[in-house]
């Protein structure tokens, strides 16, 4: 998305992300959970997120939901309002990254060109793509939040993965099978990615 306006600079600043990631003890990346509704991303994200707290890892989530409360309030579930919705994540994201948390996404995100945009705002390595995998029939006898339900009732409409499309990744970084996994294992699955990656310590 281009600026619309010309007269715009970037402001550089003296302290760098590397510098950040030397007084946390650790590096900073992006976990981008994806996937149906009901398949287990918020569920998974906060039990992650605890996990790093009480490893004094400096982490925040950003839930989908939870941003169409504020940030996103305005949009909508047309694809063009999910693109939107997306650009503005992954934007903010980006900016959680550089301050040296490890940001934890997890929002539908039903569209793999979106995705890749977000993606390509972060160096390599950045950007930590975890397909949350679920059979719609699991999510559909879950429905955490009855929005399935209300979907075949017409209540909803552009309902991911039943009146709109659903694009799975096709290589991401870590794939949780949720109705195969427990939320413990699926964690350490994760940890072990990080660790394995060299995100989770540094010297200080």
């Known amino acids: 998305m281009e600026a619309k306006s010309e007269h715009i600079v970037w402001q550089h600043t003296k302290v760098e992300k590397e510098d950040r990631h030397k007084i946390n003890g650790h590096k900073s990346c992006v976990l981008w959970f994806t996937g149906l509704s009901g398949a287990g991303k918020s569920t998974l994200a906060a039990q992650m997120e605890?996990?790093?707290?009480?490893?004094?890892?400096?982490?925040?989530?950003?839930?989908?939901?939870?941003?169409?409360?504020?940030?996103?309030?305005?949009?909508?579930?047309?694809?063009?309002?999910r693109t939107e919705n997306i650009r503005r994540i992954g934007e903010v994201s980006k900016l959680f990254v550089e301050a040296g948390l490890i940001t934890l996404v997890a929002t539908i995100s039903p569209y793999r060109a979106d995705r890749a945009i977000v993606r390509s705002l972060f160096t390599e390595g950045e950007f930590i793509e975890i397909y949350v995998k679920c059979t719609i029939e699991e999510c559909e006898r879950r429905d955490p939040k009855g929005l399935y339900k209300k979907s075949k009732?017409?209540?909803?409409?552009?309902?991911?993965?039943?009146?709109?499309?659903?694009?799975?990744?096709?290589?991401?970084?870590?794939?949780?099978?949720?109705?195969n996994l427990s939320v413990s294992e699926a964690v350490g699955k994760i940890l072990c990615y990080l660790q394995g990656k060299g995100y989770l310590e540094q010297d200080r």
């Open 50 to 81: 605890m996990e790093l707290f009480n490893r004094q890892i400096r982490c925040f989530i950003l839930d989908g939901d939870n941003l169409r409360h504020g940030l996103n309030i305005n949009l909508s579930f047309s694809p063009e309002d």
């Open 153 to 179: 009732t017409g209540e909803i409409q552009n309902f991911t993965g039943i009146t709109a499309p659903y694009e799975a990744p096709l290589s991401p970084e870590i794939m949780i099978e949720s109705d």
